[in-house]
């Protein structure tokens, strides 16, 4: 469906979406926190050893199971927000009017970003989805009766893992602040419109 026609009809906000706030980027930061978190706790939970001195002294009543608990329950949850923050972002961007001849930091186009971000969303949601099964099959039949519940490659993947939403935040990053995508002022301002007037 054509952008400029929906908004000339009235169904798209100065945004460009049927809707005041762009969802994409909400889900976005649900899908973060609940990753970091995940790997961060399973982190701690593998160094407990090691830890267990420092929560004795702060009076943090700890277990190393629980923080495993914790690291399990963000990760899948992880798997399942992100498939609705990769779909939010591929309704969104198949409504984008980016701004013309522009390059972001990187050198690319608003279509290449756009296209390298939506591959990038959907390898980023395939390996959390890959990650989830591996640690539960850690948690629930390799490692079910050993004290730390996962592997040190599981937690090199997670690591790995952070380095690619880096990269693919920043390609996020430069279709809002530089492609101008679902960015309320920036549309508004492209119009002509003051976006002192919302």
Request: a neutral charge.
């Amino acid at each position: 469906m054509n952008p400029d026609l929906l908004r000339q009809w009235g169904s798209l906000g100065a945004n460009g979406l049927p809707y005041p706030i762009p969802i994409h980027p909400n889900l976005v930061h649900l899908t973060l926190g609940l990753f970091i978190v995940a790997i961060a706790f399973d982190i701690v939970a593998t160094l407990f050893p090691i830890e267990k001195a420092v929560f004795k002294f702060l009076a943090i009543p700890a277990t190393r199971s629980a923080l495993f608990d914790v690291g399990w329950y963000n990760l899948l949850a992880a798997a399942v927000i992100t498939f609705f923050t990769v779909a939010a972002g591929f309704f969104e961007i198949s409504l984008a009017v980016p701004l013309a001849d522009v390059k972001s930091a990187w050198g690319f186009h608003a279509l290449e970003t756009m296209i390298v971000h939506g591959v990038g969303g959907v390898i980023i949601l395939t390996l959390i989805v890959g990650m989830t099964v591996w640690r539960g099959f850690q948690r629930y039949r390799w490692r079910k009766d050993m004290a730390r519940q996962v592997q040190w490659s599981y937690l090199a993947a997670g690591l790995f893992v952070f380095a690619l939403m880096f990269v693919q935040g920043t390609l996020g990053a430069h279709l809002g602040a530089e492609f101008g995508i679902h960015i309320t002022a920036d549309q508004l301002l492209h119009l002509g419109e003051s976006p002192n007037q919302l």
